[in-house]
């Protein structure tokens, strides 16, 4: 079995770098040292996927980051107003991260993102969480799952939550000062334009499975 350690992120290489550099993989998990107007928007981090599953080699380690936004602010997918500088702040720009975000108000859990672990509140970091990440005793994480009807019962409204953000983005679409308004580090309209359609796709897709149907 691959040995796995636990480290900071270093600020200076990257997530795949420093995958590199060691011999087995390491679990990186950023400090999130914010100030604290910073830390009012930020609530929590969750892991989930590949990572809680043992995957070797690990592409990449799955993030959702709670922000204390409401659900119709945060919809999937998307890249909520005022995320981009924070993704950047968390070194998850970085690279070797794929990461959500979500509303406060909202259940971490959805169609996608399953049975994720907490590693981070505005406590602090969980060292139980990382220390067991860290030593593979993956049976020990306090996973969130939510029932099937539960799961199913989820999907309505964030559904409807994306569908009517895919009908303001495209409503808003060619007028001048809302593309100036999401033009930015690096983004453009036509990232919000493609975010609203694939978030809402794939909530569509989700609802019309047989997971996602009631029966």
């Known amino acids: 079995?691959?040995?796995?350690?636990?480290?900071?992120?270093?600020?200076?290489?990257?997530?795949?770098?420093?995958?590199?550099?060691?011999?087995?993989?390491?679990?990186?998990?950023?400090?999130?040292?914010?100030?604290?107007?910073?830390?009012?928007?930020?609530?929590?981090?969750?892991?989930?996927?590949?990572?809680?599953?043992?995957?070797?080699?690990?592409?990449?380690?799955?993030?959702?980051?709670?922000?204390?936004?409401?659900?119709?602010?945060?919809?999937?997918?998307?890249?909520?107003?005022?995320?981009?500088?924070?993704?950047d702040r968390l070194r998850l720009s970085k690279g070797g991260f794929c990461y959500w975000w979500r509303s406060h108000l909202d259940p971490v859990w959805n169609h996608y993102v399953q049975e994720p672990v907490r590693f981070w509140s505005q406590d602090g970091p969980d060292d139980d969480v990382l220390r067991a990440l860290a030593e593979r005793r993956l049976g020990d994480l306090p996973r969130q799952v939510p029932s099937p009807r539960t799961r199913r019962e989820q999907l309505a409204p964030q559904l409807e939550v994306a569908f009517s953000h895919l009908r303001a983005v495209h409503a808003s679409y060619w007028d001048h000062e809302w593309r100036r308004e999401h033009r930015g580090l690096g983004r453009y309209p036509e990232h919000e334009l493609w975010e609203a359609v694939d978030g809402y796709l794939e909530l569509r897709d989700a609802a019309e499975s047989p997971a996602g149907r009631d029966g």
């Open 1 to 87: 079995m691959t040995t796995m350690t636990l480290r900071e992120m270093d600020d200076h290489v990257t997530y795949v770098q420093q995958l590199q550099e060691d011999d087995g993989q390491v679990v990186l998990i950023n400090q999130f040292n914010l100030a604290p107007g910073d830390a009012e928007r930020f609530l929590e981090a969750w892991v989930f996927g590949d990572l809680l599953r043992a995957a070797d080699p690990l592409d990449c380690v799955e993030v959702v980051v709670v922000v204390n936004l409401p659900p119709q602010e945060v919809v999937w997918g998307s890249t909520p107003r005022g995320t981009a500088w924070l993704a």
